[in-house]
């Protein structure tokens, strides 16, 4: 659409409706915000959980509607298709297990808890703006919208100099990414003349690819490769995660990346980003290496999951380095996965924790097999899903991955898939075996699980075994969403 049209244009009631997702977090956030200082502290917990969970689930519901309206909005910069509702659909439903899982953290770390659910439905709205976008520019300022959030998410446990240095690192390296992403855009522009996806494929596709925009390609994907802690730009990963409260590591570990890969998908799928096969074949193969390698030496289990999170990254990665027909569902597919089995990890830590953070470390899960069965065998679900076994989520994500490069000819980076996975199982298994093969240790204590927490692991559980026992319809799903991206 030229300048001349966009002074014309007057949004009609409909681009609301597809927007109504994020209309619906943000006016929920606000809500948050407003009554935060008027509720005495003794009830603000569950009063702005309540509401923070009401807007999470009312932003899926919202999710359903919009997908019954498909189409384009505001001067074609938003594209609601099967492809972003999906997305949208995932990152509600990671806010809602997020914020259940928080109800009792926030309760024994004694933290203030307003502005903590409304930055977790601000969030969201950046993320599902992420998946919607067909502009650059706007992509640009959903990633800040998303990005803001969560750096102030990281240091939310104020008394601990640890969380402090996770946000601030997290900020400075995090804005250092985003400026070579920015950068990318603007070489774009120069390369095809628009910052619309459209516009540059048609660009791309008409002639000789300008060298500019393999420079551009390049640069974003420098940006977004931070985001979502591939290799090599995935330094800041282990000590944030560490550091930071464990229900925002579970969210800040599955919903942004889920948004994130979003955007991947659109530039180099949609968008026809010259030069990607090369970029992601790296990026993947030492992703997945350091990832695991990374995770070998570690004791601290949020520190485990963070080098996990980059090798997962990793094989993520092997499907957009496929063919778009079978790459884009398995990528789909995976992040789903990937999403169910981690935050369902992290309400675990988050609840085993106890005050302050104290118990961490892989001896403190000694023995948790026999003195909360329920809550090891849960662990051990998601652990199994994390490795790839059979009847979890996590098997068929691999299975579809490693497929659809095998497809592509990719046979050097799924052996190195493969080889890291079984390495993969050997830290996973370790956590395993501390819970049913160690004695446990009499000076760590262990609350009962409230309600609220135990809905978020029952959501989590269901979604894993769901996706390993019934994919068919998730990724039949996936496949109707890559056919709509890439008309």
Same mark, same amino acid.
């Given at each position: 659409?030229?300048?001349a049209?966009?002074m014309?244009?007057?949004?009609?009631?409909?681009d609301?409706?597809?927007?109504?997702p994020e209309i619906?977090?943000?006016?929920f956030g606000?809500?948050? =915000?407003?009554l935060?200082p008027?509720l005495?502290e003794e009830?603000n917990?569950?009063v702005?959980?309540?509401?923070?969970?009401?807007?999470?689930?009312?932003?899926?519901?919202?999710t359903?509607i919009?997908a019954?309206s498909?189409?384009?909005?505001?001067?074609?910069?938003i594209?609601?298709?099967?492809?972003?509702?999906?997305?949208h659909f995932?990152?509600?439903t990671v806010?809602?297990?997020?914020?259940?899982?928080?109800?009792?953290y926030m309760q024994?770390?004694?933290?203030?808890?307003?502005?903590?659910?409304a930055?977790?439905?601000?969030?969201?709205?950046g993320m599902?703006?992420?998946?919607s976008?067909?502009?650059?520019v706007l992509?640009?300022i959903?990633l800040?919208?998303?990005?803001i959030s969560?750096?102030?998410?990281?240091?939310? /446990?104020?008394?601990s100099?640890?969380?402090s240095?996770?946000s601030?690192k997290?900020?400075?390296?995090?804005?250092?990414a985003?400026?070579?992403?920015?950068?990318g855009?603007a070489m =774009?522009?120069?390369?095809?003349?628009?910052t619309?996806i459209r516009?540059?494929?048609?660009?791309?596709?008409?002639g000789n690819?300008?060298?500019?925009?393999?420079?551009?390609v390049a640069?974003?994907?420098?940006?977004?490769?931070?985001?979502?802690?591939s290799?090599p730009?995935?330094?800041w990963?282990?000590d944030?995660?560490?550091?930071s409260?464990?229900p925002?590591?579970?969210?800040?570990?599955?919903?942004p990346k889920?948004?994130v890969?979003?955007?991947l998908l659109?530039i180099?799928?949609?968008?026809?980003?010259?030069g990607?096969?090369?970029l992601?074949w790296?990026s993947?193969?030492?992703?997945?290496?350091?990832?695991?390698v990374g995770a070998?030496?570690?004791?601290?289990?949020k520190r485990?999951?963070?080098y996990s999170?980059?090798?997962?990254?990793?094989?993520?990665?092997?499907?957009?380095?496929?063919l778009?027909?079978?790459?884009i569902p398995a990528?789909?597919?995976?992040?789903?996965s990937?999403?169910?089995?981690?935050?369902g990890?992290f309400a675990v830590?988050?609840h085993?924790?106890?005050?302050?953070?104290?118990y961490?470390t892989?001896?403190d899960?000694?023995?948790?097999?026999? /003195?909360?069965?329920?809550?090891?065998?849960t662990l051990?679900i998601?652990?199994?899903?994390?490795?790839?076994i059979?009847?979890?989520g996590g098997?068929f994500?691999?299975f579809?991955?490693?497929?659809?490069?095998l497809?592509?000819?990719l046979t050097?980076l799924?052996i190195i898939g493969v080889?890291n996975s079984?390495v993969?199982a050997?830290?996973?298994l370790?956590?395993i075996? =501390?819970?049913?093969?160690r004695e446990p240790?009499?000076?760590?204590p262990?609350a009962p699980?409230?309600?609220?927490l135990?809905?978020?692991?029952a959501i989590s559980?269901?979604?894993?075994?769901?996706?390993?026992?019934?994919p068919?319809?998730?990724?039949?799903?996936?496949?109707?969403?890559?056919?709509d991206l890439?008309r």
């Open positions: 659409m030229n300048p049209d966009m014309q244009y007057v949004p009609q009631a409909l609301y409706v597809r927007i109504l619906v977090l943000a006016l606000m809500v948050v =915000m407003v935060d008027l005495p009830r917990q569950r702005l959980g309540g509401i923070a969970l009401a807007g999470g689930l009312a932003a899926m519901v919202a359903l919009t019954n498909p189409g384009l909005a505001f001067w074609d910069v594209q609601v298709d099967a492809f972003s509702s999906f997305f995932l990152v509600a806010a809602v297990v997020v914020i259940l899982s928080s109800y009792e024994v770390q004694e933290i203030r808890a307003g502005e903590y659910y930055l977790i439905l601000f969030g969201a709205v599902s703006l992420m998946s976008a067909t502009e650059l992509i640009f959903a800040e919208i998303s990005s969560t750096y102030i998410l990281a240091g939310f /446990r104020r008394r100099a640890m969380s240095e996770a601030l997290y900020f400075l390296l995090g804005s250092f985003t400026a070579f992403f920015l950068y855009i =774009m522009f120069g390369a095809t003349g628009s619309s516009v540059i494929s048609q660009a791309l596709r008409a690819t300008p060298v500019l925009a393999y420079v551009a640069l974003m994907f420098v940006g977004l490769g931070f985001k979502v802690a290799a730009f995935h330094i990963t282990p944030v995660y560490e550091g409260p464990a925002v590591v579970g969210f800040m570990s599955t919903a889920a948004a890969f979003a955007v659109r180099f799928f949609q968008a026809n980003a010259p990607r096969l090369w992601i790296v993947a193969a030492l992703s997945m290496t350091l990832g695991n070998l030496v570690q004791t601290n289990v485990l999951l963070a999170s980059i090798a997962h990254a990793g094989y993520l990665l092997v499907a957009f380095a496929a778009p027909a079978n790459g990528a789909m597919f995976y992040t789903a990937y999403a169910a089995m981690n935050v990890a830590v988050s085993f924790a106890s005050r302050g953070e104290r961490v892989l001896e899960y000694s023995g948790l097999g026999r /003195r909360s069965p329920l809550l090891a065998a051990t998601f652990l199994l899903s994390l490795i790839g059979p009847i979890t098997f994500a691999k579809y991955v490693f497929s659809a490069a497809q592509a000819n050097g799924v080889i079984a993969g050997y830290y996973y370790r956590i075996v =501390m819970m049913y093969m240790k009499e000076d760590t262990l699980v409230p309600v609220a135990g809905t978020a692991l559980v269901f979604a894993t075994l769901y996706l390993g026992i019934l068919n319809s998730v990724l039949a799903y996936a496949a109707r969403s890559a056919a890439l």
